[in-house]
């Protein structure tokens, strides 16, 4: 896409900047736009979003599809593309300089944006906070250069910023305030017509195509030898879009075309409250299991190169976010090479067919601590920032 870099923007309410890179940034920033267009109902948002902004009114200028690139080699292979919508940004926001700029996640490829806007005396903030905890710690220092503001969405990661003395706000996560605290399976199997007696396994492997790529295999495996010890189970996968269940099921029609799995669009929710036990990739989605309070077995394949790397840097006992927010190994994290039928499937079977109520309470724990109105605390952040014109409006 050419971006026009011809007329300042001109405009009575504050213009925000978003840029978010994959399907839970989208989220994300559809919230906040939500609790700012509260204050600022005219106000304007532009710059990189997807489908839950964009029903708000945001103006995309790239696709988000973009930046939904994970891992270090997987980057590298789009490095070109990348610095070209990058530089499009800062051209664009350079002439249309926004009231403030908000990158969500995507941090490499945020933080270096907001680096340049933030030269150009444009207020910058940045919405989740990178993993500076758990690698890469003295990017701690770019980021100060970067934002003037971190929103974090983990309360130990605050504490990381005040000892750098880097401002940083606790929001809460928004999965926290949207997500019930108790999600009733019944409903959600009706919804979805599954009966309410059979044991039912949700595949999720992940938004990604590379994640797709990496882990259907495993995962199909474990979904046969699972099947065939239990006809009776059924099977279910969310995919986020179209072009996900397309890459699913023409995989799943080499692999295993015999299987059936019902391929449910755009209700991620409702499949995980519906099910016994999930079996998923790492990400936000470990968190959206752990609120909805389904035991579930994770598993994540990076690219090798990726791993090796990853390896060597990163240090931590843990990778999936219900473990680190529990400090503690609450469920099974399956990693590289361990991501097998071999491995998983004992994994599932204890999961399935065994009480997993204990979870329960430290499921709980979580979501209250995470439960802060975090789309509004975010917004307030925010709107602290903004020029003084606007927030005598606040």
């Known amino acids: 896409m050419k971006v026009s870099l011809q007329n300042k923007i001109s405009y009575s309410e504050p213009v925000f900047a978003i840029v978010v890179g994959e399907h839970s940034g989208d989220t994300l920033g559809a919230g906040l736009m939500v609790a700012l267009q509260k204050q600022y109902p005219q106000a304007k948002f532009i710059g990189i979003g997807g489908d839950k902004m964009k029903k708000l009114g945001f103006e995309s200028l790239f ?74 710690e003295k990017r701690i220092f770019k980021i100060a250069k970067a934002t003037d503001m971190v929103l974090s969405l983990l309360p ?72 065939q010890d239990d006809e009776n189970l059924i099977l279910i996968a969310p995919m986020v879009s179209d072009k996900r269940a397309q890459q699913f099921n023409s995989v799943k029609s080499e692999l295993a075309p015999d299987l059936i799995i019902e391929v449910i669009i755009d209700k991620t929710q409702t499949v995980m409250a519906a099910s016994d036990c999930l079996l998923t990739a790492s990400g936000t989605v470990t968190l959206e299991a752990a609120l ?19 390896k060597w840097l990163v240090k931590l006992q843990w990778f999936s976010l219900p473990n ?13 090479n361990e991501v097998c039928a071999e491995s998983i499937v004992p994994l599932v079977k204890e999961r ?14 979580i979501h209250q601590q995470l439960k802060c109105n975090a789309s509004q605390q975010a917004a307030n952040a925010v709107i602290a920032i903004l020029p003084p014109i ?5």
């Open 352 to 365: 399935l067919y065994q009480d997993q109520s204990q979870l329960n309470d430290s499921f709980i724990a």
């Open 390 to 394: 606007f927030k005598c409006k606040a």
């Open 292 to 310: 909805i309070k389904r035991p579930m077995v994770i598993c994540y394949k990076f690219n090798l190169l990726t791993y090796w790397l990853a």
């Open 63 to 136: 696709a988000m599809d973009e930046l939904a690139v994970m891992g270090i080699v997987e980057v590298l292979g789009r490095i070109r593309r990348l610095l070209h919508v990058r530089k499009s940004l800062v051209d664009y926001f350079t002439i249309n300089q926004p009231d403030v700029f908000i990158g969500i996640d995507a941090p490499d490829f945020n933080i270096g944006l907001e680096l340049r806007l933030k030269a150009q005396k444009i207020k910058t903030v940045h919405y989740v906070s990178p993993s500076v905890w758990a690698w890469r």
């Open 324 to 336: 680190l927010l529990a400090n503690n190994t609450l469920v099974p994290e399956l990693l590289q």
């Open 156 to 227: 130990f990661e605050k504490a990381f910023y005040d000892k750098h003395q880097v401002p940083c706000t606790f929001v809460g996560h928004p999965l926290a305030d949207d997500i019930p605290m108790e999600s009733d399976k019944e409903k959600a199997r009706d919804e979805l017509g599954l009966p309410h007696k059979a044991k039912v396994l949700a595949l999720m492997p992940g938004s990604r195509g590379g994640e797709l790529s990496r882990l259907l295999a495993p995962f199909f495996a474990s979904a046969q030898q699972l099947k």
